[in-house]
């Protein structure tokens, strides 16, 4: 790839951490990235991705507003043939999207258009489904409804995290974009198709009450959404007047969980606590307790000392 000659001019938008992995695999291939289009300045990854694009010698385009005048001046004179994303955490407007020759091209961590949203990591995991995917597709007014370039899809695997998934899908989707990139370098255009229309599950962005166990679950929920929540959410519980976070946990049966409320601790010992659920019991493997740091379940027993017929409880207010 180092030997191809890029000349249409890209400009790359996005945010991290997807947006790192997405502008090295374009400037190892010597992509010709004409600008580069960040975070807003107030978000806590500006400082950060600014310091990089300036440290591969790109040019960092400033703005306040993605509608401002100065803004789109300066993408005018930047004479952009495409522009890509890599994760954005704000709506493009049609203004922005005018600048540009050929469009915006997109990557979003699903099979479209199944899981349009903000985060389709969690979902698919929180829901059980056995593959999901990424598609490359055409920029639009509305969030992810775009025309479909090219969809790639991978297996969900039984120990899945949105941590492993958010890295498997980000490596995929820049593969995705090169690939893409160099289609229209050589044929001046890329595939498109319309996305089918109809009521599909979404992907919104997980709420604080979506993040604490609800025990009128069954065990083999809430194991999902500690998958899905790990690690840069947490799946959180209350014990004792405290706040629990679980990255980890299981799903057994024991005998006797029928004669425990939900949320009770049916069974414990010197390494496992097994809360009853709607069914089955949760036997959390890795716990953050209070201020003490992460630790296995030992841990947790050593310090809060747990009891056959305590309660854990949503905790959520």
Not at 128 to 143: A, I, P, Q, R, Y
């Amino acid at each position: 790839m180092t030997d191809f000659v890029f000349k249409k001019r890209v400009l790359f938008i996005g945010v991290p951490d997807m947006a790192y992995v997405g502008l090295e695999k374009l400037l190892d291939a010597n992509v010709n990235i004409v600008g580069v289009v960040g975070p807003l300045k107030t978000h806590n990854t500006y400082n950060a991705f600014k310091n990089f694009v300036l440290s591969k010698h790109l040019n960092f385009i400033e703005y306040d507003k993605l509608n401002d005048s100065d803004l789109l001046e300066k993408l005018d004179a930047l004479n952009i043939d495409i522009a890509v994303v890599c994760s954005f955490n704000n709506k493009i407007p049609k203004v922005f999207m005018d600048k540009i020759k050929d469009g915006i091209v997109n990557v979003h961590p699903s099979l479209l258009p199944k899981y349009r949203g903000g985060n389709p990591y969690s979902w698919v995991i929180i829901n059980g489904e056995k593959e999901t995917g990424v598609t490359l597709h055409f920029m639009s007014e509305n969030f992810d409804d775009g025309d479909i370039i090219y969809q790639t899809t991978c297996e969900l695997l039984p120990d899945e995290t949105m941590g492993t998934l958010f890295n498997r899908t980000n490596e995929i989707g820049a593969n995705m974009l090169l690939k893409a990139l160099v289609t229209y370098e050589n044929q001046g255009f890329l595939p498109r198709r319309t996305q089918p229309e109809g009521d599909f599950i979404s992907a919104p962005n997980i709420k604080d009450n979506q993040t604490f166990l609800n025990y009128n679950y069954t065990a083999i929920q809430l194991e999902r959404l500690i998958r899905g929540l790990n690690p840069y959410l947490s799946a959180m519980t209350a014990f004792n007047g405290e706040v629990l976070r679980i990255h980890k946990a299981r799903v057994e049966n024991i005998e006797n969980e029928s004669e425990f409320e939900n949320g009770q601790i049916c069974k414990v010992d010197s390494k496992n606590v097994y809360i009853k659920t709607k069914q089955g019991c949760l036997v959390p493997e890795v716990i953050q307790y209070s201020g003490f740091i992460i630790g296995d379940c030992s841990d947790f027993i050593k310090i809060a000392q747990p009891k056959i017929g305590d309660k854990f409880i949503n905790g959520y207010t």
